[in-house]
Protein backbone atom coordinates (compact mmCIF):
# COMPACT_ATOMS: atom_id res chain seq x y z
CA UNK A 1 0.00 0.00 0.00
CA UNK A 2 0.98 3.63 -0.54
CA UNK A 3 1.87 5.79 2.46
CA UNK A 4 0.16 8.69 3.27
CA UNK A 5 1.33 11.63 1.10
CA UNK A 6 1.49 15.19 1.57
CA UNK A 7 1.29 18.19 -0.76
CA UNK A 8 3.69 20.39 -1.34
CA UNK A 9 6.51 19.40 0.58
CA UNK A 10 7.21 23.02 0.81
CA UNK A 11 6.23 26.33 1.22
CA UNK A 12 6.84 29.62 1.53
CA UNK A 13 4.45 32.58 1.89
CA UNK A 14 4.53 36.03 3.18
CA UNK A 15 2.41 37.33 6.09
CA UNK A 16 -1.18 38.35 5.60
CA UNK A 17 -2.01 35.29 3.07
CA UNK A 18 -3.64 32.40 3.15
CA UNK A 19 -2.44 28.60 2.41
CA UNK A 20 -3.88 24.88 1.68
CA UNK A 21 -2.14 21.93 2.50
CA UNK A 22 -3.53 18.83 1.33
CA UNK A 23 -2.57 14.90 2.15
CA UNK A 24 -3.88 11.52 1.25
CA UNK A 25 -4.41 9.22 3.20
CA UNK A 26 -3.41 5.42 3.17
CA UNK A 27 -6.06 3.18 1.15
CA UNK A 28 -8.71 2.48 3.44
CA UNK A 29 -8.09 4.50 5.98
CA UNK A 30 -11.25 6.93 6.60
CA UNK A 31 -9.67 9.28 9.62
CA UNK A 32 -7.38 12.04 9.03
CA UNK A 33 -5.68 13.98 11.53
CA UNK A 34 -3.26 17.26 11.56
CA UNK A 35 -0.46 17.79 13.58
CA UNK A 36 1.71 20.94 13.84
CA UNK A 37 5.45 20.63 14.95
CA UNK A 38 7.74 23.47 15.82
CA UNK A 39 11.00 23.78 17.89
CA UNK A 40 9.59 25.36 20.74
CA UNK A 41 5.69 23.85 20.99
CA UNK A 42 6.71 20.35 19.73
CA UNK A 43 3.91 18.15 17.77
CA UNK A 44 0.69 19.69 18.30
CA UNK A 45 -3.12 18.55 17.61
CA UNK A 46 -4.73 20.52 15.24
CA UNK A 47 -8.21 18.13 13.99
CA UNK A 48 -9.21 15.12 13.18
CA UNK A 49 -11.84 14.36 10.58
CA UNK A 50 -13.57 11.40 9.85
CA UNK A 51 -16.09 10.59 7.37
CA UNK A 52 -16.40 14.05 6.46
CA UNK A 53 -16.72 15.01 9.58
CA UNK A 54 -14.65 16.90 12.02
CA UNK A 55 -14.10 14.80 15.31
CA UNK A 56 -11.98 16.22 17.21
CA UNK A 57 -10.27 20.12 17.19
CA UNK A 58 -7.06 21.12 19.10
CA UNK A 59 -6.51 24.43 20.94
CA UNK A 60 -5.70 26.26 17.82
CA UNK A 61 -7.55 29.48 16.65
CA UNK A 62 -10.11 29.83 13.97
CA UNK A 63 -7.76 30.52 11.26
CA UNK A 64 -6.86 27.12 10.84
CA UNK A 65 -9.51 25.21 9.46
CA UNK A 66 -9.95 21.81 7.83
CA UNK A 67 -12.23 19.85 6.07
CA UNK A 68 -12.43 16.37 4.44
CA UNK A 69 -13.36 14.93 0.81
CA UNK A 70 -16.02 11.85 0.28
CA UNK A 71 -12.39 9.78 -0.91
CA UNK A 72 -11.20 10.79 2.88
CA UNK A 73 -8.62 12.99 1.39
CA UNK A 74 -8.16 16.07 3.73
CA UNK A 75 -7.07 19.61 3.53
CA UNK A 76 -6.14 22.28 5.66
CA UNK A 77 -6.23 25.85 5.53
CA UNK A 78 -4.34 28.71 7.23
CA UNK A 79 -5.48 32.30 6.75
CA UNK A 80 -3.91 35.50 7.20
CA UNK A 81 -1.14 33.71 8.11
CA UNK A 82 1.45 34.23 10.83
CA UNK A 83 5.43 34.09 11.41
CA UNK A 84 4.65 31.98 14.29
CA UNK A 85 2.60 29.74 11.56
CA UNK A 86 5.89 28.43 10.18
CA UNK A 87 6.26 25.01 11.05
CA UNK A 88 5.81 21.55 9.92
CA UNK A 89 2.78 20.44 8.92
CA UNK A 90 2.06 16.38 9.34
CA UNK A 91 -0.65 14.57 8.30
CA UNK A 92 -2.11 11.35 9.49
CA UNK A 93 -4.44 8.42 8.46
CA UNK A 94 -5.56 5.77 10.30
CA UNK A 95 -8.80 3.41 10.99
CA UNK A 96 -10.96 3.67 14.20
CA UNK A 97 -10.39 0.38 16.51
CA UNK A 98 -6.72 0.90 15.30
CA UNK A 99 -5.58 3.60 17.17
CA UNK A 100 -1.86 3.59 15.56
CA UNK A 101 -1.65 6.51 13.06
CA UNK A 102 0.51 6.63 10.29
CA UNK A 103 2.47 9.70 9.29
CA UNK A 104 3.40 11.28 5.76
CA UNK A 105 6.24 13.41 5.29
CA UNK A 106 4.92 16.55 6.26
CA UNK A 107 4.56 19.92 4.33
CA UNK A 108 7.34 22.46 5.65
CA UNK A 109 5.59 26.05 5.94
CA UNK A 110 7.80 28.98 5.92
CA UNK A 111 6.11 32.53 6.59
CA UNK A 112 8.11 35.93 5.88
CA UNK B 1 -6.26 14.85 30.84
CA UNK B 2 -3.27 12.86 29.51
CA UNK B 3 0.30 14.11 29.93
CA UNK B 4 3.89 12.34 28.09
CA UNK B 5 7.09 13.04 29.51
CA UNK B 6 10.53 12.60 28.14
CA UNK B 7 13.15 13.86 30.51
CA UNK B 8 15.73 13.49 27.80
CA UNK B 9 16.44 15.88 25.76
CA UNK B 10 19.18 14.68 23.78
CA UNK B 11 21.58 11.47 24.23
CA UNK B 12 24.84 11.01 22.39
CA UNK B 13 26.26 7.72 22.34
CA UNK B 14 29.00 5.93 19.89
CA UNK B 15 28.10 3.31 18.01
CA UNK B 16 27.46 -0.27 19.38
CA UNK B 17 26.65 1.14 22.43
CA UNK B 18 23.52 0.57 23.98
CA UNK B 19 20.71 3.17 24.53
CA UNK B 20 17.36 4.04 27.00
CA UNK B 21 15.03 6.38 25.96
CA UNK B 22 12.92 6.96 28.87
CA UNK B 23 9.19 7.48 28.81
CA UNK B 24 6.54 8.55 31.77
CA UNK B 25 2.68 8.74 30.78
CA UNK B 26 0.03 9.97 33.06
CA UNK B 27 -3.75 9.12 32.52
CA UNK B 28 -6.85 8.63 34.44
CA UNK B 29 -8.26 6.36 31.92
CA UNK B 30 -7.91 2.58 32.14
CA UNK B 31 -7.47 1.28 28.65
CA UNK B 32 -5.61 2.94 26.42
CA UNK B 33 -2.03 2.86 23.95
CA UNK B 34 1.13 3.80 24.16
CA UNK B 35 3.52 3.82 20.74
CA UNK B 36 6.86 4.68 20.12
CA UNK B 37 7.66 6.76 17.01
CA UNK B 38 11.00 7.82 14.92
CA UNK B 39 11.15 10.58 13.38
CA UNK B 40 14.41 11.31 10.87
CA UNK B 41 15.87 14.20 9.45
CA UNK B 42 13.71 14.06 6.48
CA UNK B 43 10.51 14.62 8.92
CA UNK B 44 7.94 11.49 8.14
CA UNK B 45 6.92 9.89 12.10
CA UNK B 46 7.75 6.51 12.02
CA UNK B 47 5.62 4.14 13.65
CA UNK B 48 7.69 1.32 15.92
CA UNK B 49 5.69 -0.28 18.37
CA UNK B 50 2.13 -0.29 19.74
CA UNK B 51 1.25 -1.60 23.20
CA UNK B 52 -1.89 -2.02 24.98
CA UNK B 53 -2.50 -0.72 28.68
CA UNK B 54 -3.58 -4.55 29.29
CA UNK B 55 -0.26 -6.34 28.00
CA UNK B 56 2.40 -5.65 30.34
CA UNK B 57 5.04 -8.12 27.89
CA UNK B 58 7.97 -6.99 26.94
CA UNK B 59 8.72 -6.93 23.22
CA UNK B 60 11.78 -7.49 21.42
CA UNK B 61 12.08 -6.89 17.40
CA UNK B 62 15.59 -7.09 16.40
CA UNK B 63 17.74 -4.29 18.40
CA UNK B 64 14.78 -2.70 19.53
CA UNK B 65 13.32 -3.37 23.12
CA UNK B 66 9.72 -2.22 25.05
CA UNK B 67 9.72 -2.52 28.69
CA UNK B 68 6.44 -1.31 29.38
CA UNK B 69 5.44 -1.12 33.77
CA UNK B 70 2.31 0.19 34.60
CA UNK B 71 3.28 0.49 37.96
CA UNK B 72 5.76 3.50 37.55
CA UNK B 73 3.69 4.34 34.44
CA UNK B 74 6.80 3.84 32.18
CA UNK B 75 7.33 2.50 28.29
CA UNK B 76 11.16 2.33 27.68
CA UNK B 77 12.72 1.77 24.55
CA UNK B 78 16.16 0.59 24.02
CA UNK B 79 18.79 0.30 21.03
CA UNK B 80 21.01 -2.50 21.39
CA UNK B 81 24.20 -1.82 19.54
CA UNK B 82 23.19 1.31 18.04
CA UNK B 83 24.06 2.33 14.69
CA UNK B 84 24.45 6.01 12.62
CA UNK B 85 21.24 5.23 11.11
CA UNK B 86 19.98 5.23 14.61
CA UNK B 87 20.31 8.63 14.60
CA UNK B 88 16.35 10.42 15.30
CA UNK B 89 14.20 11.87 16.98
CA UNK B 90 12.31 9.46 19.26
CA UNK B 91 8.80 9.98 20.14
CA UNK B 92 6.37 8.28 22.77
CA UNK B 93 3.01 8.91 22.65
CA UNK B 94 -0.26 8.10 24.28
CA UNK B 95 -3.82 7.40 23.30
CA UNK B 96 -6.96 6.91 25.25
CA UNK B 97 -9.75 4.13 23.83
CA UNK B 98 -12.63 6.58 25.76
CA UNK B 99 -14.37 8.97 23.13
CA UNK B 100 -12.56 10.67 20.53
CA UNK B 101 -9.31 10.82 21.63
CA UNK B 102 -6.06 11.94 20.29
CA UNK B 103 -2.67 11.19 21.02
CA UNK B 104 -0.39 13.01 23.33
CA UNK B 105 2.95 13.47 22.20
CA UNK B 106 6.18 13.74 24.40
CA UNK B 107 8.76 16.70 23.63
CA UNK B 108 10.28 13.76 21.72
CA UNK B 109 14.48 12.88 22.75
CA UNK B 110 17.32 13.36 20.04
CA UNK B 111 19.45 10.35 19.53
CA UNK B 112 22.79 11.23 17.56
CA UNK B 113 24.57 8.26 17.34
CA UNK B 114 28.12 8.86 16.41
CA UNK B 115 30.53 6.22 14.54
Known amino acids: KAGVTQTPRYLIKTRGQQVTLSCSPI?????VSWYQQTPGQGLQFLFE???????NKGNFPGRFSGRQFSNSRSEMNVSTLELGDSALYLC???????????FGPGTRLTVT | AQKVTQAQTEISVVEKEDVTLDCVYE???????LFWYKQPPSGELVFLIR??????QNEISGRYSWNFQKSTSSFNFTITASQVVDSAVYFC????????????FGKGTMLLVSP
Open chain 1, 92 to 102: ASSNPGQYEQY
Open chain 1, 27 to 31: SGHRS
Open chain 1, 49 to 55: YFSETQR
Open chain 2, 27 to 33: TRDTTYY
Open chain 2, 51 to 56: RNSFDE
Open chain 2, 93 to 104: ALIVTSGYSTLT
